[in-house]
């Protein structure tokens, strides 16, 4: 069956049909899977059946793996690549990472190399009344650039921003370890992605802790001003998850967040996959 890329007519996101992901794509499908990617920043599959290792497997079709902070504590067993992402505790445990991602952000923006993009494998999905919940939101950091006003655009140029690990509240605080493992690093405001050459806001709230040359007072105005810009409705794509999704985002071009609006006995089961990136340019 050839692939269909159908856009989800939001201002990112596709879904791909006439892939089974649990068998290895030819060279040539896999060219196709990977430039409808780059285009449309988020992608997905539907109706998939794969184990971790074929998760794995495909993930690696990418280039190299990256290691989530978080895998040193909940990953798959045999397969430390894969992060668990869930709500649901067993024996008084929590079996994975909980309210992960709630607020808007890029995945580990905080590294000197951010990952290139992040793989999410849906297991199991809340629903209520037979309406599901606990979807996730995509913003197009990449349409909301085209947006900006020249004068803006001018005052953005060449201007790096501060991200920093401990600037984000999360529901498990890291060890003060961790935090001296990721000290604050410095990357462009304005992305050129590395495959489209796309130019790409990338700022956002709590993770962005200053700009260069900047004072502090003045950028957390203009922090919160670009951030509040990159997800407004206009370049927003929510996802309603179903149990079997495959879905991609490239952490260039796009931010996301998850909505928490379920909690046990409703379960939501995910295995994340990470992508290895390269410094942003
Ligand atoms: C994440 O930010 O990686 C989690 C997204 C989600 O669980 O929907």
Not at 208 to 217: L, N, P, S, Y
Request: glycine share 6%; proline share 7%.
């Amino acid at each position: 069956m050839p692939i269909e890329v159908i856009p989800t007519g939001a201002a990112l996101g596709a879904e791909i049909r006439g892939v089974d992901l649990a068998d290895p794509l030819s060279d040539e499908d896999f060219a196709a899977v990977d430039h409808a990617y780059n285009t449309h920043g988020v992608i997905f599959f539907r109706d998939q059946k794969l184990s971790p290792p074929q998760q794995v497997a495909f993930t690696r079709r990418f280039g190299e793996i990256d290691y989530n902070i978080f895998g040193e504590r909940w990953s798959v067993t045999g397969s430390p690549e894969i992060v668990v992402v869930s709500n649901i505790t067993e024996n008084g445990k929590p079996i994975g990472i909980r309210r992960a991602g709630e607020n808007w952000h890029s995945d580990m923006c905080y590294t000197a190399r951010p990952p290139r993009g992040t793989m999410l494998y849906a297991v199991e999905i809340p629903a209520l009344h037979g309406l599901t919940l606990g979807d996730t939101e995509f913003a197009s950091a990449a349409a909301a650039y085209d947006d900006l006003p020249d004068a803006m655009r001018q005052r953005l140029e060449g201007r790096k921003a501060v991200f920093d690990f401990a600037g984000r509240k999360r529901a498990f605080p890291p060890t003060a370890e961790e935090i001296a493992r990721n000290p604050p690093v410095r990357h462009p405001i304005v992305r050129t992605h590395p495959r489209t050459g796309r130019k790409c806001l990338y700022v956002m709230r709590d993770d962005c802790t200053a700009i260069e040359e900047i004072d502090q007072d003045e950028a957390e105005a203009l922090i919160a001003a670009l951030a509040d810009h990159i997800i407004k409705p206009a370049y927003v794509y929510r996802h309603v998850w179903r149990p079997g999704d495959l879905l991609l985002w490239d952490n260039c071009s796009a931010q996301h967040r998850a909505i928490q609006d379920y909690d046990m006995p409703l379960r939501r089961l995910m295995h994340r996959t990470t992508m290895g990136g390269a410094m942003p340019a």
